[in-house]
Nanobody, 117 residues
Framework: VQLQASGGGLVQAGGSLRLSCAAS????????LGWFRQAPGKERDFVAR???????LYANSVKGRFAISRDNAKNTGYLQMNSLKPEDTAVYYC????????????WGQGTLVTVSS
C-alpha cells in the first residue's frame, strides 16, 4: 500500500486547510486511517483516526476544530482543519492500519502545514 499525503501549505491563524491521503496498491475500505503530526524538535503525535465503520477519534488538542473522513470509492482519506492555530504547525502524516493490527503498517510521506500568527 502506498499513501500520498497532500494539501499542506501556509495559512494564517484562524484559517482552514484540507489534507488528503490518497492510497494505491490496495483498497482501504477495511483499514483504519490515521493522521499524525510532528512539529520541529518534537515527537510525532496522534491527531485523528477513522475506522472502517466511520467511527472517529481525535486528540483533545484538535477536537471540535478538525474532522477526519474517508471516501472509499476514491480510496482517499481527508483531514479538514479549521480554526488553525500557530501550534498546529507541523508535518502531517497519514497512515493506514490493517484489520486486526495494533500498529499502523503504512505511512505517507508527510505534508507541511504552517500556520502564521
Amino acid at each position: 500500500v502506498q499513501l500520498q499525503a497532500s494539501g499542506g501549505g501556509l495559512v494564517q491563524a484562524g484559517g482552514s486547510l484540507r489534507l488528503s491521503c490518497a492510497a494505491s496498491g490496495r483498497t482501504l475500505g477495511s483499514y483504519a486511517l490515521g493522521w499524525f503530526r510532528q512539529a520541529p524538535g518534537k515527537e510525532r503525535d496522534f491527531v485523528a483516526r477513522i475506522n472502517w465503520s466511520d467511527i472517529t477519534l481525535y486528540a483533545n488538542s484538535v477536537k471540535g476544530r478538525f474532522a477526519i473522513s474517508r471516501d472509499n470509492a476514491k480510496n482517499t482519506g481527508y483531514l479538514q482543519m479549521n480554526s488553525l492555530k500557530p501550534e498546529d504547525t507541523a508535518v502531517y502524516y497519514c497512515a493506514a492500519q490493517a484489520p486486526g493490527r495494533m500498529n499502523y503498517d503504512y505511512w505517507g510521506q508527510g505534508t507541511l502545514v504552517t500556520v502564521s500568527s
